[in-house]
């Protein structure tokens, strides 16, 4: 029996309610395939950093490693600023395995609303390639004459080529692998960003030349967030910088009915450490401990999680389970325009479940 073991990071909010609903996901559709899974829970985030005075132990990414993949909820706590908890667990994760590409899927299911009107299911069905380990999230800079009245800050966005070409190569094999529109369109602000991401668009053109039969287009990232809403069935692969990459998911995921159906996975696709999967949406503080939070997003990075770790069948039974209930209609969160609670969603789920 293949043995798979995984690393639970519900973290903060409604983390630790969607979380727990992808386990029993994962523990039914294991049984199902004959795929032992392990669970090794870590309790870190905005709790450890009240205790501890960090959101996790120094010896963390050691103790993850030990495991083939990370399951990962949210960060965030309303009593703590958010570029601590975020730079306190996510991005040191992300940056410590070099887990650069954080593909975030948005598709149009039969079932589900988009703000937008006349799309049939599926024509929505493109997904963000964001660049994940350097970009506007280096987080280098810092302050002069700190609190005082001539105060300055300085924020630098690092572009190395060995970071832009790699992300860029990654869009383009994802194109090809995806095998539906063949495009990529690549994203950036190069009229006013005069060195990164004048970087970026030569280095997209260079390596397009080698993907003779993809499409490209290049657009100014205000040029893309309007296509975004006027022309969303145009696009198939579209890749961008951390900060880009970051806002534009958020847009891709409402146009396609909810930011709780949509779920990200932050991959090394070298395989040298074990990848991480989460929700896209955050630790959402004004729903956390109701038990009303969507936990579509997280089983569907699960379901991700599980084609990442060679379980093709199992990754296409939980999501055929997703799309059953959504399709049904029946049995929704109240993003989605229904009623039901975190723990209804995820028994209709283990229910269509093969
Ligand atoms: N699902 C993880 C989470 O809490 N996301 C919210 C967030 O702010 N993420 C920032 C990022 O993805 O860089």
Same mark, same amino acid.
């Given at each position: 029996?293949?043995?798979?073991?995984?690393?639970?990071?519900?973290?903060?909010?409604?983390?630790?309610?969607?979380?727990?609903?992808?386990?029993?996901?994962?523990?039914?559709?294991?049984?199902?395939?004959?795929?032992?899974?392990?669970?090794?829970?870590?309790?870190?985030?905005?709790?450890?950093?009240?205790?501890?005075?960090?959101?996790?132990?120094?010896?963390?990414?050691?103790?993850?490693?030990?495991?083939?993949?990370?399951?990962?909820?949210?960060?965030?706590?309303?009593?703590?600023?958010?570029?601590?908890?975020?730079?306190?667990?996510?991005?040191?994760?992300?940056?410590?395995?070099?887990?650069?590409?954080?593909?975030?899927?948005?598709?149009?299911?039969?079932?589900?609303?988009?703000?937008?009107?006349?799309?049939?299911?599926? %024509?929505?069905?493109? &997904? *963000? /390639?964001?660049? $994940?380990?350097? !970009?506007?999230?280096?987080?280098?800079?810092?302050?002069?004459?700190?609190?005082?009245?001539?105060?300055?800050?300085?924020?630098?966005?690092?572009?190395?080529?060995?970071?832009?070409?790699?992300?860029?190569?990654?869009?383009?094999?994802?194109?090809?692998?995806?095998?539906?529109?063949?495009?990529?369109?690549?994203?950036?602000?190069?009229?006013?960003?005069?060195?990164?991401?004048?970087?970026?668009?030569?280095?997209?053109?260079?390596?397009?030349?080698?993907?003779?039969?993809?499409?490209?287009?290049?657009?100014?990232?205000?040029?893309?967030?309007?296509?975004?809403?006027?022309?969303? %069935?145009?696009?198939? &692969? *579209? /890749?961008?910088? $951390?900060?880009? !990459?970051?806002?534009?998911?958020?847009?891709?995921?409402?146009?396609?009915?909810?930011?709780?159906?949509?779920?990200?996975?932050?991959?090394?696709?070298?395989?040298?450490?074990?990848?991480?999967?989460?929700?896209?949406?955050?630790?959402?503080?004004?729903?956390?401990?109701?038990?009303?939070?969507?936990?579509?997003?997280?089983?569907?990075?699960?379901?991700?999680?599980?084609?990442?770790?060679?379980?093709?069948?199992?990754?296409?039974?939980?999501?055929?389970?997703?799309?059953?209930?959504?399709?049904?209609?029946?049995?929704?969160?109240?993003?989605?325009?229904?009623?039901?609670?975190? %723990?209804?969603?995820?028994?209709? /789920?283990?229910?269509?479940?093969?």
């Amino acid at each position: 029996m293949k043995k798979l073991s995984i690393a639970l990071l519900p973290g903060d909010g409604i983390g630790m309610e969607v979380v727990p609903a992808a386990r029993k996901v994962l523990e039914k559709s294991g049984a199902a395939a004959g795929v032992h899974l392990s669970f090794e829970q870590f309790d870190w985030g905005s709790d450890h950093y009240f205790r501890m005075g960090q959101m996790m132990p120094v010896d963390a990414l050691e103790r993850l490693r030990a495991h083939d993949s990370i399951l990962l909820g949210a960060v965030g706590h309303p009593d703590i600023p958010d570029h601590i908890t975020l730079n306190g667990m996510l991005l040191p994760i992300r940056r410590g395995f070099d887990l650069y590409v954080n593909e975030r899927p948005a598709y149009l299911y039969a079932g589900v609303e988009s703000p937008l009107r006349g799309y049939e299911p599926g %024509a929505i069905d493109m &997904v *963000v /390639v964001r660049e $994940n380990t350097e !970009g506007e999230y280096t987080n280098v800079g810092g302050f002069v004459y700190h609190h005082l009245p001539e105060e300055v800050a300085i924020q630098t966005s690092v572009f190395t080529r060995h970071g832009c070409e790699r992300i860029i190569r990654y869009a383009f094999d994802l194109a090809r692998r995806r095998n539906q529109k063949r495009k990529v369109a690549s994203i950036t602000k190069s009229n006013a960003q005069g060195y990164g991401m004048v970087l970026w668009d030569r280095i997209f053109r260079e390596v397009s030349a080698e993907y003779p039969d993809i499409e490209t287009e290049s657009l100014l990232v205000d040029a893309a967030a309007m296509n975004f809403v006027r022309r969303p %069935a145009s696009f198939d &692969v *579209v /890749v961008a910088s $951390n900060l880009f !990459g970051d806002i534009l998911s958020d847009l891709s995921a409402i146009v396609t009915g909810s930011i709780g159906l949509a779920p990200s996975a932050n991959l090394d696709p070298r395989r040298n450490a074990p990848s991480l999967f989460e929700p896209v949406h955050g630790s959402a503080p004004d729903i956390a401990g109701k038990g009303v939070s969507n936990p579509l997003a997280t089983i569907l990075a699960a379901a991700m999680m599980m084609d990442h770790l060679g379980e093709p069948e199992m990754s296409a039974s939980i999501e055929g389970a997703v799309r059953a209930v959504l399709a049904d209609g029946k049995v929704l969160t109240a993003d989605l325009g229904g009623r039901s609670t975190t %723990a209804d969603v995820t028994a209709a /789920v283990l229910a269509h479940l093969a």
